[in-house]
């Protein structure tokens, strides 16, 4: 990877929770649909140890194809 790129990748570091979590997700995951031509996309936030689904979000996919 070039420089930029890992750039890119470390401004995600600059999240906090004080910004609007759902509207950089949702932005997110239209980026990447977008620049990798993808016609699916899933972003997912899983609790390993505890076993959760805490959030996902999708694009592209039949409604209920993904469920918790």
Known sequence: ?????LL???MLSLINEEMDIDAIEERFV?????V??????GLFF???QKEILQGK???GFEPGTISS
């Open 1 to 5: 990877m070039e420089d930029k790129e």
């Open 8 to 10: 890119l990748l470390d």
């Open 30 to 34: 239209n980026i990447v649909s977008e």
């Open 36 to 41: 990798f031509s993808f016609d699916r996309v």
């Open 46 to 48: 899983v609790k390993h």
């Open 57 to 59: 979000l999708c694009k």
